[in-house]
Structure formats: structure tokens, C-alpha cells
């Protein structure tokens, strides 16, 4: 398929000598349909590079999700671990039930006379999470 431009020639135009004269606008060429190896090539390395990226987000949100939920679950077992030691204020450690995370409960005296300092450590998995709190001492 031809196609062919045409433009009446003006004085004016031919004056000027621009992008308008006549001899720029005498076009000739001759299309095919579909797209060039070139530009399937260059359409192929965008998407690629737009789903590298897409995985690569996905990816590093899932790791925060994963890490998230651990971070969750231990303070979780540290929340039930101070409530553990409110009750019966001694220093301890173990290993919760069914899991591979374990705990210390810690007891010391502070400055203030009658306050002790009550703290719970989590561990699992390469995280800790550390809970602490000060109550009165109970007397005997």
C-alpha cells in the first residue's frame, strides 16, 4: 500500500522554505501491518522489568507479613507470661508448650522501697521481645 501526500504549492510556502514547502511533504512510503522485532523486543524487556519488580515488592512484603506475625505471637506469650509472674512474683525460665520459643521471668528490686521490677523475655526464631513492668510488693 502506497500512500502519497500531496500539497498544493503556494508562493508563500515556497518563500519560506520550511517543513511547508512542497518538497518535505511529498511522502512515499510503503507500510505492513504488525510490530518489528525490535519493537516486540523492547515490549518483552518492559514487561519483564515490570514484573521483576512487581515479585520483588510482593516478595519483601511477604517477608515483613512473616515477621510482623512472629513479632505478634511472641509479645503475645510475653503478655501472658507478666500476667503469670503478677501472680507469683519469682524469677523463672522454661519453654512454652509445643513451641521452640522459650522465656525468662526476671525479678529484681528497685531504688523505691516496696516496687520491684517484674520483666518477661520471648525468644524464637532470632527475634526477642522483652515485657517489664513495676508493681508494688506484696507483703507477707
Partial sequence: MKIEVKKMRSSEDEKRGGFLSSQFL???????????LLEVMIALAIISMTL??????VNYHANILNENALTTELT??????????????VSSTGKFEGTE????????ETDTPGIVELRT?????????MLNE???????
Avoid: R
Avoid at 512515499?28 to 501491518?33: A, V
Avoid at 510475653?78 to 509472674?85: Q, T
Avoid at 520459643?101 to 529484681?108: A, F, I, K
Fill in 26 to 36: 511529498n511522502l512515499s512510503t510503503s507500510m505492513s501491518s504488525g510490530f518489528t
Fill in 52 to 57: 521483576m519488580t512487581v515479585l520483588h515488592t
Fill in 76 to 89: 503475645q506469650l510475653a503478655k501472658g507470661k507478666i500476667l503469670d509472674l503478677e501472680t507469683n512474683i
Fill in 101 to 108: 520459643y522459650t522465656y525468662e521471668n526476671t525479678v529484681s
Fill in 121 to 129: 523475655i520471648v525468644k524464637g526464631q532470632g527475634k526477642e521481645v
Fill in 134 to 140: 513495676f508493681v508494688l510488693k506484696k507483703t507477707e
